[in-house]
Nanobody
Framework: QVQLVESGGGLVQPGGSLRLSCAAS????????IGWFRQAPGKEREGVSC????????YYADSVKGRFTISRDNAKNTVYLQMNSLKPEDTAVYYC??????????????WGQGTQVTVSS
């Protein structure tokens, strides 16, 4: 059974950090680009970051550039999103998803259930 499970969300103060994990089971992440998305209440889902499998290229939304870092550990079948200097506007449910292929920018096939990130004092 193909499954993606996000973890690592929580409540953090502005300026704090969190590391989200996206663990895969039932398939190997090695061959797929992985994206992180988020959806805040009342807003549409937006792409946050993506990492390709072909050459490890990474992409970030302008709103998170310089603060978030995506990485992958193929041995652990896991992708991470390190989030630093968090702001209240980063509050959202964060999802990971597998791309249809090895490069970012296409459609996404499998999605996790999401993990809540709340940035508040």
């Amino acid at each position: 059974q193909v499954q993606l499970v996000e973890s690592g969300g929580g409540l953090v103060q502005p300026g704090g950090s969190l590391r989200l994990s996206c663990a895969a089971s039932g398939f190997t992440l090695d061959y797929y680009a992985i994206g992180w998305f988020r959806q805040a209440p009342g807003k549409e889902r937006e792409g946050v970051s993506c990492i390709s499998s072909s050459d490890g290229s990474t992409y970030y939304a302008d709103s998170v550039k310089g603060r978030f870092t995506i990485s992958r550990d193929n041995a652990k079948n896991t992708v991470y999103l390190q989030m630093n200097s968090l702001k209240p506007e980063d509050t959202a449910v964060y999802y990971c998803a597998t791309a249809a292929g090895s490069s970012c920018g296409g459609g996404y096939d499998y999605w996790g259930q999401g993990t809540q990130v709340t940035v508040s004092s």
